[in-house]
């Protein structure tokens, strides 16, 4: 069920003025703001009152429909909204965008990156997680710097990426007149540099401490836990709500959509040659539930589990999470499965603990008091785990990041309730990793819906009580 929007969203006084600062900067400029200041209401209120015709978005594709699409309709109801990709709408949308056809059109950078734009020169473009475009050797750069967009929002937490370096390629987007078109030019005005016998030339570091962002005409950033402005003498985090939700929306895999939905389709058998269509049994929600998490391997005995380095979207996307968090972010992350989380944590590595029934309550304890120490930066929980009568990681942590969520609702709450308690002194940021298409959206596919109608046209007339 699609959710009415009724009402547009009313910034606040430091989104107020990034805003304006942007519209006076003809709507260029750079948002570093870190995760939960609002980044992609001001980047939609600053093209809305500056009247732009054609709009285009570059953003992580798990914020296509929840974040962009929904915020650009609920700011403005009369929008449009395409998706450019490689499906037939999608070309056309592309065909629409290159002939300036009013709408807001919205693309993956991994899409983007295939492709070179100097045919397309929109009104306004913004690239959401701009820092994937940081490395200027990567396709995502190159092409960027052939989008000549008139006016031009990058937005991330991490704006320049890993190394100070990377601003160079956001600079050369969204001001090409201080980049310049020679990148070592640049960096020797700003940077310092040291030879290397292997590397050649390397870079170690910005020459004047903030030199480069000074030389920034329209540069906003907003800090969660720190002073960043006059409105957050503390931080951001006292201007925002307790907790902000977040959905992160993924498409399976290949391997893992084949899978989905040929164990979907097999709800459906025969017995002695009579149709039997199951009413989703409890053994099968536990399968699909599983592979929307990864591609499952089963083992000699009938078991089954994931291999350490099984196809996963949601651990993608859990990693894109991280690297456009500040570094060293905590994280509580959250799943229904202990297999799954076994292999969470293994990825992870030594900065994480698998917080489950497999490990005794003294290592629990341990993990616990590493964590509120510092000592860990990853507890990756069951929800059965540690739903009930954990106490101490809202001393540290104020980021909790669900790859699924428990059937039992109960569970749901008391794990949100282990962030979100006496004790926090951060807003909570919870971000749903939800696969599309699955029972992730609480919903069941078309398919099976099908199957549960033909379940009752199959039954005798005399049975329907029974």
Known sequence: ?????????????????????????????????????????????????LRTETNM??????????????????????????????TKAGKEAWDDLANEVPSWYILSPEYFRKFHWGSVKPD?????????????????????????AKSRLAMSGTIAGNKIEGFWSVLRWVYPEIA???????????????????????????????????SIPCYIRHLK????????????DAELPRVVQEERVVQLSPEQKRIYKKFEKDLLVFLEGNPMVAEVPVASRIRLRQITLGVPTVTDEGEVTFAEDCKSSKLDELKSIIEDSPDGEPMLILTHSQKFAEVTAKRLGEKAFEWSGKKSQKLRDEALEKFIAGDLQYIVAVISAIG??????????????????????????????????????????SFDIIAEDTYDEGQLSKLV??????????????????
Request: include cysteine; aromatic fraction near 6%; charge should be positive.
């Open 388 to 429: 009930e009568g954990t106490d101490g990681l809202q001393e540290r942590c104020s980021t909790v990041v669900w790859l699924s969520r428990d059937d039992n609702r109960l569970l749901n709450e008391q794990a949100a309730g282990r962030l979100d308690r006496q004790g926090q002194k951060s807003s909570v940021t």
């Open 225 to 236: 836990r720190e002073r960043c402005c006059s409105f957050h003498p503390e931080g951001m």
């Open 449 to 466: 819906l099908d199957q549960l109608k033909m379940n009752q046209s199959l039954r005798r007339e005399d049975e329907q009580d029974n």
């Open 1 to 49: 069920m699609t959710e009415e929007i009724t009402t547009t969203l009313k910034p606040y006084d430091y989104q107020e003025r990034d805003i304006q600062k942007i519209i006076n900067n003809d709507g260029t400029g750079i948002i570093a703001t870190q995760v939960g200041g609002g980044k992609t209401l001001v980047a939609i209120e600053v093209a809305r009152r």
């Open 180 to 214: 310049g078109r020679s990148f070592w030019k640049w960096v020797d005005k700003y940077c310092i540099t040291k030879f290397d016998p292997f590397a050649g030339k390397v870079i170690a570091g910005e020459r004047v401490a903030g030199a480069i962002v000074d």
């Open 124 to 148: 306004f473009a913004v690239f959401d997680e701009v820092h994937r475009a940081s490395n200027r050797k990567a396709k995502t750069s190159t092409a960027l710097s052939t989008l000549k």
């Open 57 to 86: 978005v570059i953003a992580p594709k798990g914020t296509h429909k929840r974040a962009w699409e929904k915020t650009i309709k609920r700011q403005i109801p009369e929008a449009k909204v395409k998706y450019v990709n490689s």
